[in-house]
């Protein structure tokens, strides 16, 4: 599997020099621009200036501009053609059309549009199959600009640089020395980024994507036969200080600057009580989202538990999920611990000090321990082996149409959920060809 590095990267908050910054980057450390693939996205709210003269100077055929609201691309001669929207976008490749130093020049081509103009227009620009300077010639990176300016932040421009090599460990020697070399050679600094393997182009095969189907099904199959073995709210009743997401809410704006409050270490507290209380389970790791446990299943597969962080802006909340992955490949499955009660409420731990960030842990290990040969035994069952067809234990309808579908589905939902109502029936092909073949979607 191959081992990708991002980093971020500091720019401006002045889209102008932001973009332009962007292309020097690529014209300054990419060893030539022959194959590189410029990906652009714009969108307009009051002065579609920007795409008016983006349209101008594509070829007509080009396609990607699309009025907000639509689920039809039309290309740079409809666009003209027709009465613009004052809410337009445009997503294309624009290296589909142009050469990758022409597509640059018709971006900065773009940055010169008037001032008001390029006020009330975002820009994405993703710049893919780059061979960094000092790179090897299997190693491929890439660059991507993303405008936050509907969301009002501080920093308006999300900007990084990624880089992809050949290899197993993200902590190897070889791997670190090549990443230390295209920082060398770039000045991008690499070797501060993040580290991981990834899929790489095997993760984008229909092989690939059978064995994800098919490891879902079996997930789901085995979390329907925990549930089955388990009595009636037996999950909340190892977890009654577990709270749905609005009482969670509630309680965490009550003790918003509680002076009896203070810092809590999550991450220490739960490794301590995680040692003690499970003991068979090796911590893996640990960020600004989620805190992550493993236990070997079988011969390829692991036991997952993760204490994943709720409410980001408030704080001071956690909930717990549950899943298994496979050892060999990039593949887990995982389902929140209250899904077992056949719901899709996630329920929190809140709490405000170190005392109550210890019995909030305390619960939720505990209902682990508790959980856990009932989970093992149904994981077992589907993961043991890995799958690499459905199990012959699960029903298969074969070819249904969706009339079909959904008068099976329907009384299952209402038997496994009192309260299941029907919201919505759509369907939304992502072939722009067979959008038009199909015409208008479905919708109730």
């Not at 900007?159 to 993200?170: K, N, R, T, V, Y």
Request: hydrophobic share 40%.
């Amino acid at each position: 599997m191959p081992i990708a590095v991002s980093v971020r990267l500091p720019t401006s908050k002045d889209p102008r020099e932001a973009v332009r910054e962007c292309i020097r980057l690529i014209r300054s450390n990419a060893v030539g621009l022959e194959g590189i693939q410029i990906e652009l996205g714009l969108f307009c709210m009051t002065n579609s200036g920007v795409l008016e003269r983006l349209a101008e100077r594509l070829p007509s055929e080009a396609l990607g501009f699309m009025p907000v609201g639509s689920d039809r691309a039309v290309t740079a001669r409809e666009f003209q053609t027709e009465a613009a929207s004052s809410m337009t976008g445009f997503q294309g490749i624009l290296t589909d059309y142009l050469l990758p130093a022409d597509a640059f020049a018709l971006i900065e081509q773009l940055l010169e549009s008037p001032a008001q103009a390029i006020r009330s227009t975002a820009f994405h620009v993703t710049v893919r199959k780059v061979r960094w300077k000092g790179a090897p010639e299997d190693g491929m990176g890439s660059l991507s600009l993303f405008d936050m300016k509907g969301l009002k932040r501080a920093q308006r421009f999300s900007f990084s640089a990624g880089l992809q090599l050949p290899g197993e460990d993200p902590k190897s020697r070889d791997v670190r020395t090549a990443v230390e070399q295209v920082a060398r050679a770039t000045s991008i600094p690499f070797a501060e980024g993040t580290t991981v393997r990834v899929r790489g182009e095997k993760g984008r095969s229909p092989g690939f994507a059978k064995s994800l189907l098919v490891g879902q099904i079996c997930f789901e199959e085995a979390i329907e036969d925990l549930a089955a073995k388990l009595p009636k709210r037996w999950v909340s009743e190892f977890a009654p200080n577990a709270l749905a997401p609005n009482d969670a809410f509630e309680r965490r704006c009550q003790q918003w600057g509680d002076e009896a409050g203070g810092k809590v270490n999550l991450p220490s507290l739960i490794r301590r009580v995680a040692k003690k209380t499970l003991p068979e389970f090796k911590f893996e790791s640990a960020d600004a989202e989620q805190i992550i446990f493993s236990k070997q299943l079988g011969q390829d597969s692991a036991l997952m538990i993760l204490v994943e962080r709720a409410m980001p802006r408030i704080g001071k909340a956690f909930t717990l999920t549950l899943g298994v992955r496979a050892v060999a490949e990039l593949m887990r499955f995982t389902a929140n611990v209250f899904q077992i009660e056949r719901t899709t409420e996630e329920r929190l731990w809140t709490y405000s000090a170190e005392l109550e960030a210890e019995a909030a842990v305390n619960e939720s290990m505990g209902l682990v321990k508790e959980l856990l040969p009932r989970l093992e035994s149904s994981l077992r069952r589907y993961f043991e082996p890995w799958p690499e067809q459905v199990h012959v234990e699960i029903e298969q309808q074969g070819s249904l149409t969706a009339r079909e579908a959904f008068a099976k589905a329907e009384p299952l939902a209402r038997s496994l959920y009192s309260d299941a109502a029907l919201i919505r029936l759509a369907n939304r092909a992502r072939s722009l060809e067979m959008r038009d073949i199909e015409g208008p979607r479905t919708g109730c």
